[in-house]
Every structure is written in structure tokens, then in C-alpha cells.
DNA sequence: CCCGAACTTTACCGGAAGTACAGCAATGTC
DNA sequence: GACATTGCTGTACTTCCGGTAAAGTTCGGG
């Protein structure tokens, strides 16, 4: 066997970097608003280059989406993991973990996670059945990681009133999606972390005892 | 002067069904995937006439948005007014106009209003800055509309902890967005009905002693 | 030396936005 | 009864974009 320790030059250079540049210019401007020529422009390839990389603009999308679910998967599980070193409480893991992703949000200037999701939502038809299903497929890995947190929380610290885990984790997805659109609208990329913050409070009230 | 009190056939009949026709494509497949041609058959015109109408589809947003903030504006208005006529105490009327906004959620399959403004957030280029800043305009009016009531009630009924009532008016926008994308991903409606009636559990929380 | 991967170039199709303009029917107005 | 305005239709054209097709090029590896 030859040694093929020597990394040849860094594997998958383009369609990466494909990805990468429709990435920013996405969040920028928008899915549809974004050429496909102008995407292998920037890369520095032809229009045909790119489809050479991927059959047609939505697989680009889906090769987006999957990507952003990976990394926001890993992200969270990192922040849960710091969560779990810092307290064995469920409650003060979920409010530290709120806290950690309020920090994560403060430092992207307008460069929000989540447009191509939210995108593909309010333009159905610009998007085939596959995004659609990695959409919501990345929105239920959502809620199932966080159901399991909050069912743990209030096992041991009784809510004011019952409320479903499920949809505790839904109104965590709900206030990051809709603080990112509120966010963008106003134009002051404070507002969503301030929205994770308060949320934070909130879940801190309706899980503690007055 | 002549009599004008003689009202002529149903004023701006086409105009107003451009709008009709259009909104209820737009929500259904979104503002690009919509086409002129498509909007002007189905009211039973030519696309020349369209343009006759608005000089581009960035115009038909615009007006689209102008009418739906009106429409939003006008429905808070009774659900506050109603809250009014039911009690006095601004806490208990926020918890009833907020059942009250999730009633009104329930009956809508799949129509969601916002998907406009929504869309005009993630499309950025596709809008031109009268449609972004008619998207602002609406949501500061929220915030406006709701921030008074929140100021209010902390004065009434001290929070278990210092908020913002801007803040609070902006996590009720973020919720009810974002509750219509999650529900729009998971394709399941009662997603934002559910949102709104947890909010309104956790705001109770929020602001009623041990 | 040839193969296959990763492209390029050129050419083309169809759909959609937007422009321009000529014309036409109905509804008043003078 | 002539005339003008409103509210369109129809046609033709431009530009941009996604997508397809196909032939040619470059280059590293077996």
C-alpha cells in the first residue's frame, strides 16, 4: 500500500467551497435571490462547474440545510455538555444552556442560522419534497432534544402550571426562529439576544417556586 | 356638482381582487413562486393589465403588506377592546387577549398571516427598501401596541424579575412568528396555537407571586 | 498511456419580470 | 355628437435565470 498519510490538498475543495460561498451570500440576500452564476463566480468556476457539483439549485439547498443541522446539532450538544459539567441540575443546565446560546447568537452580525430553514418555509414551491422533509426533520431533532430537558425539570421542580414538554421545546424553537425574523426586520441583531435572555427569565419563573 | 351619491359598480373591484387573488397564492406557494401571469388569469385579466395595476410585483407586496398591517392592526384592536370589556386588571386583560389571539389562530389551516412580511425577511433583494421598510414599520407598531400594556401590568404586578417591556412585546411577536414557522415545518397547525396558549401560561407565571 | 475527475466553452430552451405601445370599449363630460 | 379618460387587451421585445446538452481541456494516478 502506497502511505497516504500525506493529505492531498484539502479534499472537497470546491463543492465546499461552493457551500460555503452560497451560504453567506444566502444569508445575505436570500435563496432565490441568488444567482447561480454568481455563486460560481465568486468560487471561481463556470455556471456549468456548479452543476457539475450538484444536480440543481435545491440540492444545494438540502446539502445547506444538512450541513446547518449538523453544525447547529453539534453546537448544542456542545453547550449542553458544558451545561451538564457545570451543574446536575436539569433546571440550572437549561438555564445556563439559554445563557450559552445567548452568547452564541451576540457575536453574528446578521449572519443568523436557520434562513434557508425558515426560506424554504415561506416559499414552498421554490423547494422539492426532500428539503421540505430535511426541514422538518431538523425541526422534530429540535424538539426531541430539548422535550427530554424540560420533562427531566419538571420531574424535580414542579411547574406553576402543567405544561407539555414537547411543546416547552417548541416555544424554545419558536423564540429563536421568530427572534431571528423580529431580529432582522427591526434590524438590531440585539433583539434576539435579548429574546433568549428573557426567555430565559421566564423559564426560571415558571419553573421555581415563589 | 353632479349627484356622486350613486356609488359605481363596487370601487376598485380589479385592484382589490388582484390583492385577494394574490395573498391567497402567496400564502399557499409563496411570493416568487407566484407569478404575474398567474395571479392576473386567475382574476381574469391579462398580465399587461396587472401592470397597469402596480407598476411591478414589488408594488403588489407593498400593498399587500400595507393591508395586512391594517387587517392585523384592526383584529388586536378588538381582541384588546374585548379584553377591556372583560376586566379591568391589564394582567388578566393580556391573558384574554392572548387566549383570545390563539382562538383566532385555531381556525386557520394553514393560512397564516405574516408570510409576507416573513418572506420579505428572507428574500432580502427580492424587496426593494419601501417593502423593508414597511416590514419594520409593522413590526415597531407591535412592539409599540404591546409595550404599554407590558409597562402596565409590571406596575400592577411586580415580575418575579425585572423585564423589559419592550422586550416582553418582542418575545410575543417572536413567538407568534415563529410559532407559524415551526408549525409550517412540522406541518401541524396547532403547533401556533399551543405557542400562544403556553406563552400565555408562562407570562401568568411570570408575573403572579408564589 | 489511457482513464476518469473536474472542470470550461458554447449553445440552446423555457419561464418570468418588466417595457413599450397601439388599440378598443365603456363611461362619462362638454 | 364629439371627445377624453379609465381600464383594460394584445403583441412584441429585452433581460435574467434555471436547467440541459455536448464537446473539449487539464491533470494526476494506476
Redesign the interface.
Known sequence: MSVTTDIPPPRTTTRERILAVAYDAII??????TSVEEIATAVGISRAGFFYHFPDKNALARALIDAQVVEEGEMLAGIEARAAELSDDPLQQMLIAMRLMAERYHGMPGGYTG?I???A??????FDAEVKAA??R???AF?ARFSGKFAAIAALHP???A??PD??A??L???????I??S????DPD?LV??ML??R??????Y???
Chains 1, 2 share one sequence.
Open positions: 445575505e440576500k436570500g435563496f432565490e435571490a434562513c430553514l425558515a426560506s418555509i415561506f416559499q414552498d414551491r421554490l426541514n422538518q431538523s425541526q422534530l424538539r411547574p406553576r402550571e405544561v407539555d411543546d416547552m417548541d416555544l424553537n419558536a423564540v429563536i426562529t421568530g427572534g425574523v423580529v432582522r426586520a427591526i434590524r433583539v435579548r429574546q428573557l426567555a427569565v421566564m423559564v426560571k419563573a415558571m421555581t417556586p415563589g
